[in-house]
């Protein structure tokens, strides 16, 4: 059958059309989207937090730069997408047992001097005082947690491979936990994180405060040390 030159331009205008209106409807939606985290983040309370998640996933791009319109810095931006996931990751950190979680700190949390050596497992930590890095390290522990401290990203998917752990909370710094999650969600890991108060490359500083809040989800009072809120740097 022939397509005439008439049928032909009909067809581009239906393409021409159909792909304005798709373009048009992503738009509004990644400006209602932008409008909901923007309140959110304001008002302090998520709403619709696994439409915003989906939003994310598939106009990141676009509410971006909308995000940039409003004034809304990169970094606060990465802050909610790290809080959105931590409220839609907890559910399921609290129902997996603490023997089937890891946690991953980053190497730059030690202090200066640390006279920790690189092993297979990461640094180990000799707790010799100079950070709070060890006494962290011994509370988490004894609430059943396995701990790593991590000298870079390829460390954390070969301890993930050999250890399989079901759920990991990561610290570092913003773009460190955001792509920390990512790579949990694409191989089905639950995850949750939390990001240093200072960044850097040497002697960041993290909440351990905020570190525990995560870490004692769904586990057993009786395995939380007593004097777990002790640390101070």
């Given at each position: 059958?022939?397509i005439?030159?008439?049928?032909?331009?009909?067809?581009?205008?239906?393409?021409?059309?159909?792909?304005v209106?798709?373009?048009?409807?992503a738009?509004?939606?990644?400006?209602?989207?932008?409008?909901?985290?923007?309140?959110?983040?304001?008002?302090?309370?998520?709403?619709?937090p696994?439409?915003?998640?989906a939003?994310?996933?598939?106009?990141?791009?676009?509410?971006?730069?909308?995000?940039?319109?409003?004034?809304l810095?990169?970094?606060?931006?990465?802050?909610?997408?790290?809080?959105l996931?931590?409220?839609?990751?907890?559910?399921?950190?609290?129902?997996?047992?603490?023997?089937?979680?890891?946690?991953?700190?980053?190497?730059?949390?030690?202090?200066?001097?640390c006279p920790?050596?690189?092993?297979?497992?990461?640094?180990?930590?000799?707790?010799?005082?100079?950070?709070?890095?060890?006494?962290?390290?011994?509370?988490?522990?004894?609430m059943?947690?396995?701990?790593?401290?991590?000298?870079?990203?390829?460390?954390?998917?070969?301890?993930?491979?050999?250890?399989?752990?079901?759920?990991?909370l990561?610290i570092?710094?913003?773009?460190?936990v955001?792509?920390?999650?990512?790579?949990?969600?694409?191989i089905?890991?639950?995850?949750?994180?939390?990001?240093?108060?200072?960044?850097?490359c040497?002697?960041?500083?993290?909440?351990?405060?905020?570190v525990?809040?995560?870490?004692?989800?769904?586990?057993?009072?009786n395995?939380?040390p007593?004097?777990?809120h002790?640390?101070?740097?």
């Open positions: 059958m022939d005439t030159i008439p049928t032909l331009e009909a067809l581009f205008y239906l393409i021409g059309e159909a792909t209106i798709i373009l048009a409807s738009v509004i939606v990644a400006f209602v989207l932008v409008v909901i985290s923007l309140y959110s983040i304001k008002s302090g309370k998520l709403y619709f696994r439409t915003l998640k939003g994310l996933a598939l106009l990141e791009g676009l509410m971006q730069a909308m995000f940039r319109l409003t004034g810095e990169d970094r606060e931006m990465l802050a909610f997408f790290i809080t996931q931590n409220a839609l990751h907890k559910a399921a950190f609290e129902r997996i047992p603490v023997g089937e979680r890891a946690i991953f700190m980053p190497q730059c949390l030690r202090s200066s001097e920790a050596h690189l092993t297979p497992e990461g640094l180990e930590c000799r707790a010799c005082g100079r950070c709070t890095v060890g006494q962290a390290q011994k509370m988490l522990r004894a059943g947690y396995r701990t790593f401290i991590v000298p870079g990203s390829s460390f954390i998917k070969r301890m993930v491979k050999k250890y399989r752990p079901r759920a990991i990561g570092g710094c913003l773009t460190e955001k792509e920390g999650i990512e790579m949990a969600d694409s089905g890991l639950v995850a949750m994180g939390v990001v240093n108060l200072r960044e850097g040497v002697e960041t500083v993290v909440d351990w405060d905020d525990y809040e995560v870490a004692k989800l769904g586990i057993d009072p395995l939380i007593k004097d777990l002790t640390l101070t740097d």
